[in-house]
């Protein structure tokens, strides 16, 4: 009869462990394209505010396709550990929670990956548009004056030939940068803007 009932606790104890990694799966979602933390949230029954903590999301608004989210990890931790002290002894429940530490600890990793990736591909935008920008701006310098800040034709004046108003009387390098670069991005939108309507007219 006693070894009856060792086997029997041992099989039930083997089957809530099953149980409680069966519900860790189903509870790690991957992002597909069109997925919100909010949506996710609805369709597994927690909160988005529970997914922003399981997870370490700094954002919520801010997910990725294939990225893993736990969508309900504590809520089924405490489910598996309450079912585990009722019928099995106090290894079973720490062995569960392992499990779902162990998911939950790639996600950090995950989104670091995803953050670099999309930075480091920001940085070489903005510094392929800046040294367009600067070439642009040279472009028109060397057509309007051969690069000089002190050259004057009637009212025009200085490296791009700036009407004197616009100056208004500080015809310093530092001044007729700043005021070029006001009046292109007002007119143009850009130095390259710039350089296409003077490829046009003659001018800008």
């Known amino acids: 009869m006693d070894i009856k009932k060792i086997l029997l606790s041992a099989a039930t104890v083997t089957g809530i462990m099953t149980a409680g990694t069966v519900a860790a799966n189903a509870d790690t979602v991957s992002v597909k394209a069109g997925d ?28 990725y396709v294939g990225q893993q989210l736990n969508v309900n990890g504590t809520n089924s931790a405490t489910t598996q550990t309450t ?8 290894s079973t429940t720490t062995s569960s929670n392992t499990t779902t530490t162990q998911s939950q600890s790639t996600t950090p990793a995950t989104n670091n990956t995803v953050t670099a990736s999309t930075t480091n591909s920001s940085v070489s935008t903005v510094a392929n548009t800046s040294a367009s920008e600067n070439a642009a ?13 002190t050259a004057q034709n009637g009212n025009y004046y200085g490296k791009y030939q700036l009407s004197k108003s616009y100056l208004n009387g500080d ?34």
């Open 137 to 149: 701006k040279a472009w028109i310098a060397a057509r309007e004056s051969g690069g000089s800040y």
């Open 171 to 204: 015809y310093s390098a530092a001044n007729q940068e700043r005021v070029a670069t006001q009046y292109v991005t007002s007119r143009y939108g850009s130095w390259q803007g710039a350089v296409n309507h003077w490829k046009t007219y003659g001018w800008y």
């Open 36 to 63: 919100t933390v909010s949506e996710l949230a609805h369709e597994y029954g927690t909160t988005v505010s529970d997914i922003q903590t399981e997870n370490n999301l700094s954002n919520v608004n801010m997910i």
């Open 83 to 90: 079912s585990s002290n009722s019928t099995a002894n106090s």
